[in-house]
């Protein structure tokens, strides 16, 4: 979390100069990444560990300026046979650890660490419910609360907004319209009406361009309204919870994080029981699975199951707060090391991440970093500039044991 480190020249996937740097007995090989704080952390705890740390990722996808000089970066289409030809190419004898930080990547870390014979999720469930509308499905089979959805061809919005506007059909405004594949919160929204859904497809056509398919779909869900929850889970096992924060507006755009979950123990105990039912109806148990959840009335309504590790603090959140290390407890799995899960219920501590965005006053703007210290509690802030979540910058809080003085 502290000020960017420039990076070395990037290294082309061509170039013979790799090979010399590759190859090691402790690579690993981090397939995507985000400029969000788990991907800070992962590569910072790797580096420590003395791993030889590779970044894999889309020539129109890289971080330049945000990662330690000691990891690499290589550009390569996110191509199943191009990256597994670079390994090989570059690891003809000690395979690298596989693993990435981000959802577009999921599928292919999780399919290249398989056909490897390398320690990772299940490829095939990670594929499958990578698609929301097979979230959706899993989740209305296991008998676990979710918003009513429907999928629809983009060719079929036309006829369905008619409907509503005769008050026909289901699902009656407002709704959640986002792509049936996506990234955190990138294309999603909430329409009022049908003209405000037309608008948004107008503007978005192109994000659902390309989607995996004969026809391009997006989820139209219903709005529940509630408190949303970020729920963190851990070889099946629970491992904390927080508060989301999110930008006043239709489009969820994510404000901050804090472990201050405004929770009675009844309404906690059922998000977490309809979480880990979740989770083992997916068999999705190796690692890190994250959830997103909204709380109505004191019931739980699972929204989205992803398998991967969480971004944006949400592992320092609940290193911090609940004392459990996802990212280390990662690393640990990757090795083949044994993980202590943790008996968890509410947070022991204090800990939130603020961010500020593109409409927040300009006086609120810092491109500096720095950290704030004493017995109890520590500020860390910075830049960090994320255009498609409109972040500029982050403003991390936690409180931490006094320190024990002779």
Not at 132 to 154: H, V
Not at 304 to 321: M, Y
Request: hydrophobic share 40%; aromatic share 8%; net charge negative.
């Amino acid at each position: 979390m502290n000020a960017p480190t420039p990076l070395p020249q990037l290294t082309p996937a061509s170039s013979s100069d790799t090979t010399a740097h590759l190859g090691t007995a402790r690579a690993l090989l981090l397939v995507g990444t985000l400029r969000t704080g788990t991907s800070l952390a992962f590569v910072d705890a790797a580096l420590a560990r003395g791993f030889d740390v590779t970044i894999v990722t889309a020539p129109d996808d890289i971080p330049a300026g945000v990662f330690p000089p000691q990891a690499r970066i290589v550009a390569l289409p996110p191509d199943f046979d191009t990256v597994l030809a670079w390994i090989d190419a570059h690891y003809p004898q000690v395979r690298p650890l596989i693993v990435t930080t981000n959802e577009k990547y999921a599928r292919l870390a999780s399919r290249l660490s398989e056909a490897l014979g390398l320690p990772g999720p299940d490829a095939a469930k990670v594929a499958h419910y990578i698609a929301k509308s097979n979230q959706k499905r899993l989740f209305d089979e296991a008998g676990i609360r979710t918003p009513s959805s429907r999928i629809a061809a983009l060719s079929e919005l036309q006829q369905w907004q008619r409907q509503r506007q005769t008050g026909g059909g289901d699902l009656p405004f407002p709704i959640v319209v986002k792509p049936v594949e996506g990234l955190s919160s990138f294309g999603v929204a909430l329409c009022a009406d049908a003209s405000a859904l037309q608008a948004y497809l107008n503007e978005h056509l192109n994000a659902f361009a390309g989607q995996r398919g004969d026809d391009e779909t997006v989820l139209i869900e219903q709005f529940v309204a509630g408190p949303e929850y970020c729920v963190e889970f851990f070889d099946g096992a629970y491992v904390g919870a927080m508060l989301k924060r999110k930008a006043k507006g239709t489009r969820f755009i994510e404000r901050g994080y804090s472990s201050d979950l405004e929770l009675d123990d009844a309404s906690l105990a059922a998000l977490i029981d309809a979480g880990r039912r979740a989770v083992a109806a997916s068999g999705l148990t190796w690692g890190p699975v994250h959830l997103d959840c909204i709380v109505h009335d004191g019931e739980p309504y699972i929204v989205e199951l992803n398998a991967r590790i969480a971004g944006s603090f949400i592992c320092t959140i609940v290193k911090d707060a609940y004392g459990f290390d996802i990212v280390g407890a990662l690393l640990d799995r990757l090795e083949g090391r044994t993980v202590t899960l943790p008996g968890t219920f509410r947070p022991h501590r204090y800990a939130r991440v603020d961010f500020l965005l593109d409409d927040d006053p300009p006086l609120w703007a810092f491109s500096g970093s720095g950290r704030l210290h004493d017995d109890n509690l520590s500020v860390t802030y910075g830049a960090q500039v994320i255009p498609g979540r409109e972040r500029r910058a982050f403003i991390y809080t936690h409180h931490h044991t006094p320190a024990r003085h002779p």
